[in-house]
């Protein structure tokens, strides 16, 4: 995976890693680190209610709208302007998040991610026939 940017928009500051420096059963695990090193919203409010923010393109250049939150990847480093405004995390920088920091991050995301799981299947549950639903509970092979 070469050349591969991890792109966190946060608060106004952009923060970049190159993925592609990392090992491909470490990469899962540098992501969530560079998460929880910039403290990035673990549930997905950001996604759901964006927020934007106006930022400077260039002298001359009309400032524009963009998120305020986000999370990119870019597939080649990503160009100069944003380079130049970002905080460029490296492999050590992911490697030294603090254990606990990480493992407190990783179970808020998890806990996102069950939340998630149990209102989809709240929904679809939802029209079930509440007797075939007990049944299904007491005995799963009982359904017709």
């Known amino acids: 995976m070469p050349d591969t940017w991890l792109i966190i928009h946060l608060h106004g500051d952009v923060h970049v890693c190159n993925l592609g420096e990392i090992d491909d059963d470490d990469r899962d695990d540098a992501i969530m680190a560079a998460r929880a090193l910039v403290d990035f919203p673990a549930d997905d409010s950001w996604a759901a209610t964006p927020e934007l923010t106006w930022q400077k393109v260039a002298p001359g250049v009309p400032d524009r709208q963009v998120l305020a939150t986000a999370v990119m990847v870019s597939f080649g480093q990503p160009h100069d302007d944003l380079m130049n405004r970002a905080r460029v995390w ?3 920088d992911l490697a030294n998040v603090a254990p606990d920091v990480l493992a407190k991050y990783k179970a808020r995301y998890a806990e996102n991610v069950r939340k998630h799981q149990v209102e ?10 509440p007797d075939v639903l007990a049944a299904a509970l007491i005995h799963p092979r009982a359904l017709p």
């Open 120 to 129: 989809s299947l709240a929904a679809q549950l939802s029209g079930v026939d």
């Open 90 to 92: 490296d492999r050590e």
